[in-house]
């Protein structure tokens, strides 16, 4: 039992509180339906108070959680209660935030010197150079708005999704449809007399050329295209 590299997982119950010692990354992948009870246990002690060694008495364990059953009280704890989260944790949730963050804005932003997408290194190197703050608990979508906000002082950005209509001759016009999902969503879709398709799409402006790259190849460059 490694004490030392332990954190506190803790529930009200009533008024009283009840801890287990827990190891912290395994007790949050055990909330999220991860990993096993006995990854994420240090021991299977509950306690009153952890730090001062103070162990919970099977009277209250009963009255309170039904059972004196020690794991059966710790699994309750861990995924009911508010488990202590270390910095080297929070730290790796803010890394991984900030790569889905950049992703994001790779995928739905432009240059709008030349068209192009920023590449995914260049957005987290802006980011690095503005110290943006990444709220580890924050989802990526709610902070892709202020995120570019501090990018567009250092970098041209456009972010913006696009609408447009294709017409796909139809040869590539079934094989299209898997395309266009990838890339974004369709809005209208209309065949006509010759077999071709003509779609409404909307697409992150990020992701545009990828698009026109991937239903040309299967269309011989015969995809024609236009905003709406």
């Known amino acids: 039992m490694n004490v030392e590299n332990s954190v506190i997982a803790r529930l009200k119950k009533g008024d009283q509180n009840f801890e287990i010692l827990v190891n912290c990354e395994s007790a949050m992948a055990f909330k999220k339906g991860k990993t096993t009870l006995d990854e994420a246990l240090i021991s299977d002690d509950i306690f009153k108070d952890s730090k001062k060694g103070e162990h919970a008495s099977e009277s209250d364990l009963k009255k309170l959680f039904g059972t004196e059953d020690k794991r059966e009280v710790a699994e309750k704890i861990l995924k009911k209660g508010e488990v202590q989260l270390t910095v080297e944790y929070r730290n790796k949730l ?77 040869e590539a016009s079934g094989r299209s449809f898997g395309i266009i999902k990838k890339y974004g969503k369709i809005m209208k879709e209309n065949w006509l007399s010759d077999g071709s398709l003509s779609v409404d799409i909307e697409v992150p402006a990020g992701l545009q050329a990828g698009l026109f790259d991937d239903l040309n190849d299967i269309a011989h460059g015969r995809v024609e295209s236009k905003e709406i």
């Open 94 to 170: 803010r890394a991984e935030k900030k790569r889905k963050i950049a992703f994001l804005i790779s995928q739905y932003a432009i240059n709008p010197q030349n068209n192009l997408p920023h590449p995914l290194e260049r957005i987290e190197s802006a980011m690095d150079e503005k110290k943006v703050k990444i709220e580890e608990f924050k989802s990526a979508e709610g902070q892709v708005d202020s995120v570019v906000a501090e990018l567009r002082e250092i970098l041209p950005i456009s972010y913006e999704t696009k609408r447009l209509n294709l017409i796909i001759p139809a």
